[in-house]
């Protein structure tokens, strides 16, 4: 009895879908980074925020960064728009605004960050 419920836990552990994630890491090559964690949904779905400029770090996840929250996060065919507040979301930290192309198997997408009261930058990307 108890290998048939072991076998019953195991095939509905193995049902349950997974959550599947990528990283879209976006930078200017040394200054600047924003980086997000995306799940692989139909529409655009931020689970991590991950922001470096000026020496300054700041992330959704806390811990040795300064806290931020998720803001707005818009997607089309062929821009990204993904807002970063503080986390009491009185006031915009980083704004990434980023346009996709694809032709083929090449896929690329370029934009800018904007970090309030350090920077804006130039930004290439990689990643889903």
Do not use: H
């Amino acid at each position: 009895m108890k290998r048939l419920a072991a076998i019953g836990v195991l095939l509905i552990a193995l049902a349950v879908p997974a959550k599947a994630t990528e990283w879209l890491n976006c930078s200017d090559g040394d200054k600047a980074s924003f980086n997000v964690l995306l799940g692989n949904m139909n529409v655009i779905a931020v689970d991590t925020i991950e922001v470096e400029a000026g020496g300054k770090k700041w992330s959704t996840q806390g811990g040795d960064a300064t806290l931020i929250t998720k803001g707005q996060a818009f997607e089309t065919a062929d821009q990204i728009y993904i807002d970063a507040t503080d986390d009491n979301v009185n006031a915009i930290v980083a704004q990434l605004r980023l346009f996709k192309a694809s032709e083929g198997k090449d896929y690329v997408s370029a934009g800018t960050l904007r970090v309030a009261g350090v920077g804006a930058w130039a930004v290439t990307c990689s990643g889903p």
